[in-house]
């Protein structure tokens, strides 16, 4: 399994930012795995975003739920972060992950830098 996540490195304040996680080698529908999103801001340890199941359903951490969401593209195989009114305290590495029943995350995208700036 191998995870791609795409998107832009530069959003301005204020703007939405939106990632793409390309998954290939596996289904995203595949009972019963989760396909999760989790950040590392720059000197600081991971944060867990979010996830969807391979149902659907949506969880979100609540710090961030007011203004993240995540969907699918079954079609393309991919899932998508969107996380509005963007502020410098979001800039990061963006991960994508597959998470097993057990809750173990055991694949990873290679992460991609995401730098709020004017």
């Known amino acids: 399994v191998q995870l791609q996540e795409s998107g832009p490195g530069l959003v301005k304040p204020s703007q939405t930012l939106s990632l793409t996680c390309t998954v290939s080698?596996?289904?995203?529908?595949?009972?019963?795995?989760?396909w999760a999103w989790i950040r590392q801001p720059p000197g600081k340890g991971l944060e867990w975003i979010g996830y969807i199941t391979y149902s659907g359903t949506t969880y979100y951490s609540p710090s961030l739920k007011s203004r993240t969401s995540i969907s699918r593209d079954t079609s393309k195989n991919q899932f998508t972060l969107q996380m509005s009114s963007i502020g410098p305290e979001d800039t990061a590495v963006y991960y994508c992950?597959?998470?097993?029943?057990?809750?173990?995350?055991?694949?990873w995208g290679q992460g991609t830098q995401v730098t709020v700036s004017s």
């Open positions: 992950a597959r998470v097993q029943p057990t809750y173990w995350y055991d694949y």
């Open positions: 080698g596996g289904s995203i529908t595949t009972n019963w795995y989760f």
